[in-house]
């Protein structure tokens, strides 16, 4: 199917899932990379805490709080 067509079906509304693949789907400019940080261990129990209490895991806290300074600086 070209790209014209393949537009053309999404315009309308229809569901063009099964022209995809899904396994080869990239997010323009979130592509990701492994980083290392140390952090103090008070640093650890305190986003721990705060992770238990959100019912998230403990990178989940930290990318949003390091996105949301990020923002605050651009």
């Known amino acids: 199917m070209k790209a014209e067509e393949l537009d053309q079906k999404f ?5 063009i899932t099964e022209f995809l693949d899904f396994a080869k789907a990239r997010r323009p400019g979130r592509e990701s990379r492994r980083v290392n940080v140390d952090f103090p261990e008070w640093m650890i129990h ?3 805490k705060e992770a238990k209490r959100l019912g998230v895991p ?3 806290i930290i990318k949003i709080w390091i996105a949301e300074r990020l923002k605050e600086l651009s």
Request: glycine share 10%.
């Open 11 to 15: 315009e309308k509304g229809e569901d």
């Open 46 to 48: 305190s986003l721990d």
């Open 58 to 60: 403990r990178q989940s």
